[in-house]
């Protein structure tokens, strides 16, 4: 499946959060990833960040979708981080 993740952390735990997603998606920008991910390694991803976040603090969202067929992806202005296989 395809994954989009957004997230927003108190800055003690944004750099930690930042690795935790670094491990199964490809960074976009700021606090922004995205790419193919299986279900399990999802679920554990979320695992990850529930633990570091404290929710009256924090949040994330996730996007998912099965494939990408319909979909288009469109970058005005400075591209932040260049990824090979995107959509």
Do not use: P
Not at 42 to 66: F, G, V
Not at 74 to 79: M, P, T, V
């Amino acid at each position: 499946m395809f994954a989009i993740l957004v997230y927003d952390f108190n800055e003690k735990r944004v750099g930690k959060a930042l690795k935790k997603c670094r491990k199964y998606l490809n960074w976009v920008q700021n606090s922004v990833f995205e790419g193919e991910i299986t279900r399990g390694n999802l679920t554990k991803l979320k695992m990850e960040l529930e633990a570091l976040m404290k929710k009256e603090e924090d949040s994330i969202i996730i996007y998912t979708m099965e494939n990408t067929k319909y979909s288009e992806r469109e970058i005005i202005g400075l591209e932040k981080n260049e990824i090979s296989q995107i959509i």
